[in-house]
């Protein structure tokens, strides 16, 4: 696979992550305080402008109250 920002698998990741948040009630400045990070990098983040970093997706996701492995099976199409 390749590992380019503009892969369509990694599109998809940054959709997902995105949906997870919105989902949540959480504004990109909220995820952003959680994080410990600026809302411009979760802006990039989710444009896809930086890479996802695997420990900040479970951060994210459990940000978000969801479990980062149920997430990623959502993501791959894999149903538990």
Same mark, same amino acid.
């Given at each position: 696979m390749s590992v380019s *920002?503009?892969?369509?698998?990694?599109e998809a990741l940054r959709n997902l992550m995105r949906?997870?948040?919105?989902k949540a009630g959480l504004t990109q400045v909220q995820m952003a305080e959680v994080l410990g990070v600026g809302q411009s990098y979760v802006s990039k983040l989710e444009r896809g402008e930086n890479f996802v970093h695997v420990l900040l997706f479970a951060r994210w996701c459990s940000a978000c109250g969801v479990k980062a492995g149920k997430? *990623?099976?959502k993501l791959i199409?894999?149903?538990n």
């Open positions: *920002l503009y892969h369509a698998e990694y949906s997870v948040r919105v997430t *990623l099976d199409g894999r149903q």
